[in-house]
């Protein structure tokens, strides 16, 4: 039994357009408001947290519709298709707005801003969950680890885009930047990306043989079947596993979102540092993630998912409270900085890679959006929280917090790990050392 890769790479075409998104979106937002809009640092965090919002209600609600979506094309390519392209439409008048306001400020401009970043992020929601969930529709259970590895791997690729963009359009401290061009090449990445997706992923074909392998190893189903009704159903310990592993998932996201959400920020105040220098920093952890997501996947077809994940917790923490200490021994920025962030994306990586597998094994098939859509319920929660706390922790004690409320939200995931008792995968070690290359030849 083997991943299909190119299939993969091509199902993570949907995952690449969105991460490409959002590091704009998390990196450039918070610039606008508080550069163009002039947005106080704890009101910039709630409309940070808009998204989430949004995402808190929505997500759920459209996995499970995608779930019971039949068309031609399949359950999740239509919600891809047009949650992208309503998207894109909006996307580009951000920008265009942002000079207007700068060049003659009215009102009436910032509240156009809002309204249209409000519909944008509802486009971007209503595909979310079905673009995630394709990859589980098409990869049988025992390889979702790997094959989440590579859409992670698309993801990352997706915003190191971005962040390339930003260094090279970027360079220079204290300017106002246009960001006009990067938003529309940005968009023409999301297009061409679910272009491709669409040319060469046949959904209903491949959805088709997941199920015929499923139902030959029903060996893999953690639900049970009531004898008197017929209805399968997650037993009482494998839902409290279920439970701790969300309850990690807000956690970890509570850590690490606060980070990436105010790093360009704490960068450019507390550092000195150009937009472009601190995206460096960004640029170095998702390109170290992107190396090593092909073999964390690997990584945990060996260990397991639970042990990949909760050594990637530990490293974040460490990683997290290094960068703590590193600020109070140094006035400014040091290279320092960029090794740890390298250790940053090896832990990402870790935690990415195995957290959603480990929720969708403990579903059928018919069901994979609504569990898509539970992972999201709780990272999305974490996401609302974390933007508004660590903004009135940096806006009214300092922005020396900002590390060390990553590592503490970080660690406390630790704990609920440790409680996590189903949903790993059975390690299966390689016939010969090979097989890993061998696999991606297929």
């Known amino acids: 039994m083997k991943l299909n890769y190119k299939r993969t790479f091509l199902v993570g075409m949907a995952f690449l357009s969105i991460n490409a998104f959002w590091q704009l979106y998390d990196n450039v937002i918070p610039l606008i408001l508080k550069n163009t809009f002039d947005v106080p640092d704890s009101i910039a965090g709630v409309i940070m947290a808009l998204d989430n919002v949004v995402a808190l209600f929505l997500l759920p609600l ?81 390889l979702r680890s790997k094959g989440n590895a590579v859409i992670n791997l698309m993801g990352a690729v997706g915003g190191i885009i971005y962040l390339i963009l930003s260094a090279l359009l970027f360079k220079n401290a204290g300017e106002r930047n246009n960001y006009q061009l990067v938003f529309i090449i940005i968009a023409a990445l999301m297009v061409l990306s679910v272009v491709l997706l669409c040319l060469f992923i046949n959904e209903p ?103 990949t994940i909760i050594g990637g917790v530990l490293l974040l923490t460490a990683s997290f409270a290094s960068c703590a200490v590193i600020n109070a021994l140094y006035s400014g920025y040091t290279p320092i900085v960029l090794i740890v962030f390298g ?20 579903c059928k098939e018919s069901d994979i959006g609504r569990y898509t859509g539970y992972y999201y319920t ?24 900002l590390f060390p409320y990553g590592a503490l939200f970080v660690f406390f995931s630790f704990l609920t790990m440790l409680q996590v008792k189903h949903g790993d995968n059975k390690p299966v070690m390689p016939k010969n050392k090979f097989e890993m290359y061998e696999e991606m030849d297929d």
Request: proline residues 5%.
């Open 378 to 401: 709780f990272s999305m929660a974490a996401q609302i929280a974390t933007p508004m706390l660590s903004g009135i922790l940096l806006q009214y004690v300092g922005y020396w917090t």
């Open 62 to 142: 459209l996995g499970a519709m995608s779930d019971k979506t039949r068309t031609k094309i399949g359950r999740r390519m239509p919600y891809i298709i047009i949650g992208t392209a309503v998207a894109v439409a909006l996307m580009v008048l951000l920008p265009v707005i942002d000079n207007m306001y700068y060049a003659n400020p009215r009102k009436g401009l910032m509240v156009i801003f809002i309204i249209i970043l409000a519909i944008l992020l509802i486009a971007m929601a209503s595909y979310r969950s079905p673009a995630v969930a394709l990859m589980p529709d098409v990869t049988p259970k025992p």
């Open 343 to 362: 250790f940053v994306g090896i832990a990402w990586a870790a935690i990415n890679v195995n957290s959603l597998p480990m929720v969708v094994e403990m």
């Open 205 to 307: 074909k491949c959805v088709e043989e997941v199920r015929e392998y499923e139902a030959k190893h029903p060996e893999d189903n953690l639900e049970v079947q009531d004898d008197a009704t017929g209805e399968s159903f997650l037993p009482k310990e494998v839902k409290k596993s279920m439970m701790f592993v969300l309850f990690s998932i807000a956690l970890w996201y509570m850590g690490y979102n606060a980070i990436s959400t105010s790093f360009s920020k704490f960068a450019t105040l507390e550092w000195g540092m150009s937009l472009g220098s601190a995206n460096s920093c960004l640029t170095v952890g998702m390109a170290v993630a992107i190396i090593s997501y092909i073999p964390i996947g690997e990584l945990a077809s060996r260990i397991g998912r639970k042990k």
